[in-house]
């Protein structure tokens, strides 16, 4: 059956690397039919509108969307796609891989970020001039939701779970959290430690090999993710799923990174990572992980992106990555 995939390259370099991952994930011969949609800034500017009706739609109606970035527009973009999808959980792996410099050579963290409330619920206001607020939603039913999501996840991968939060100072938002976390494991009998999040940030750089999926509210998840993006080797390296109950976003974590676009130089792998998870969530593991040794040999062996210390473009990458495939 011909699985309908939405594609949503976005500005900057979402427009160079989504179609390399949409050439690996044909090279795969894995029977999929790409649909486009357009979304971000450069939508913005000719419609008013960065996301479009039909590429709500089209997400909503496709199995599976791989998206690449946008850029002043992401939280009027990104935001609502997630939700299009339903997804909950935002699941970033970053990992050390051979051939690419890591802080620690042994890293494989992966974050397992709520995505749908905390601080970016978007509930912000000027109650007067000079006075901001935010409000930092938590639930019970979403806490739950993620820590099922984590421990599965963990389960299934052969991972410990350590939960993040800042409980001592939030008390009653991450006091909630911990205490849905506390629960679902209680239920499931599994083991679990917790961290604050600031002492994370230090342990995961000096002990990231402590670590395996870390379990975490909204705001957390982005920047400790983007943390472990610098200890193995950038953000042109990690890819992310959000997660629904049967519909998913995949995109790499990255943003537009308007220094290097148009230059045919970013890295590739990311979104073509993201398009391995993309394969396992339509059922296609095997090709997820044929895809995730191609990256894995080219890493090693090259061509590289300057990201990385080499001086190949984005479709010489790609071009190693498919040839890898055969
Ligand atoms: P945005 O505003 O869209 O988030 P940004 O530049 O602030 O863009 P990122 O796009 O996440 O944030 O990138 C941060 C930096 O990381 C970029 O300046 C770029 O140099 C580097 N970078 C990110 N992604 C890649 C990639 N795929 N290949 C090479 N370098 C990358």
């Given amino acids: 059956m011909t699985e309908e995939v939405a594609v949503i390259e976005g ?7 989504v179609p390399a ?3 690996v994930l044909e090279a795969t011969e894995v029977d999929l039919s790409f649909v486009e949609g357009e979304a971000g800034d450069a939508v913005a500017d000719e419609r008013g509108e960065p996301l479009p009706e039909e590429t709500r739609d089209l997400a909503a109606g496709a199995d599976a ?3 690449g970035a946008a850029g002043e527009t992401a939280a009027d973009v990104i935001l609502p796609l997630r939700e299009v999808v339903g997804s909950f959980a935002n699941v970033r792996p970053a990992r050390a891989y051979p051939g690419v410099d890591a802080l620690h050579p042994g890293t494989d963290l992966v974050f397992v970020r709520e995505n749908t409330e905390g601080v970016y619920a978007g509930i912000e206001s000027e109650i007067t001039d000079g006075v901001t607020t935010l409000t930092r939603v938590i639930t019970e039913e979403a806490s739950r939701r993620i820590a099922e999501y984590g421990f599965e996840y963990a389960d299934a991968n052969g991972y410990d779970v350590t939960v993040a939060h800042k409980a001592n100072v939030m008390r009653t938002t991450d006091g909630q959290f911990l205490d849905a976390v506390a629960a679902v494991a209680d239920e499931r009998c599994a083991d ?8 994370l940030a230090t342990h995961l750089v000096m002990d990231p090999d402590e670590y395996g999926v870390v379990v975490c509210p909204n705001l957390a998840g982005d920047v400790l993710s983007d943390l472990a993006a610098g200890l193995v080797g950038g953000l042109g390296l990690l890819p992310s799923a959000n997660v629904g109950e049967d519909n998913a976003l995949f995109e790499p974590v990255h943003g537009t990174a308007p220094d290097i676009a148009g230059r045919g130089a970013a890295n590739p792998t990311a979104a073509i990572l993201s398009g391995a998870h993309l394969l396992e969530f339509l059922g296609y593991d095997r090709e997820g992980d ?37």
């Fill in 192 to 199: 679990y430690d917790t961290a604050l999040m600031d002492a």
């Fill in 11 to 17: 500005d900057g370099i979402g427009r160079e690397v």
């Fill in 290 to 326: 044929r895809v995730r040794e191609a990256v894995r040999a080219v890493l090693s062996s090259g061509p590289r992106t300057p990201d990385l210390g080499g001086d190949a473009g984005t479709d010489a990458v790609t071009d190693a990555v498919v040839d890898h495939l055969d």
């Fill in 65 to 67: 969307t791989l998206f």
């Fill in 21 to 23: 991952a949409v050439r």
